[in-house]
Nanobody, 124 residues
Framework: QVQLVESGGGLVQPGGSLRLSCTAS????????VGWFRQAPGKEREGVSC????????YYADSVKGRFTISRDATRNTVYLQMNSLEPEDTAVYFC?????????????????WGQGTQVTVSS
């Protein structure tokens, strides 16, 4: 059974950085496409960034391009989301998701396995 665990969330000031980690157990994550999604209170879940099992292609939402970077480390069975220049609008619960099939769009319907989420709060 695929289990995903997110970590690295927290409280950070505007302009700061965080690195989220998504670690898998029960499977080898290298064979899965992985996505990061976020959901703010009162808003729908949105795709932030997705990466194929091969490492490319990658996708970024317009709102995070140039600030966030997705990467994967097969040796640690982990996918990362490096978040720089954080803004209050980035405040949300961040989820990682995985699926063995190639994603066409970085949307939640494309991914079958989900973690529990980690809270990111950007505030002064």
């Amino acid at each position: 059974q695929v289990q995903l665990v997110e970590s690295g969330g927290g409280l950070v000031q505007p302009g700061g950085s965080l690195r989220l980690s998504c670690t898998a157990s029960g499977t080898t994550l290298r064979y899965y496409d992985v996505g990061w999604f976020r959901q703010a209170p009162g808003k729908e879940r949105e795709g932030v960034s997705c990466i194929s099992d091969a490492g490319t292609p990658t996708y970024y939402a317009d709102s995070v391009k140039g600030r966030f970077t997705i990467s994967r480390d097969a040796t640690r069975n982990t996918v990362y989301l490096q978040m720089n220049s954080l803004e209050p609008e980035d405040t949300a619960v961040y989820f990682c998701a995985a699926d063995p099939y190639e994603f066409r769009l970085c949307e939640s319907t494309q991914f079958g396995y989900w973690g529990q989420g980690t809270q990111v709060t950007v505030s002064s």
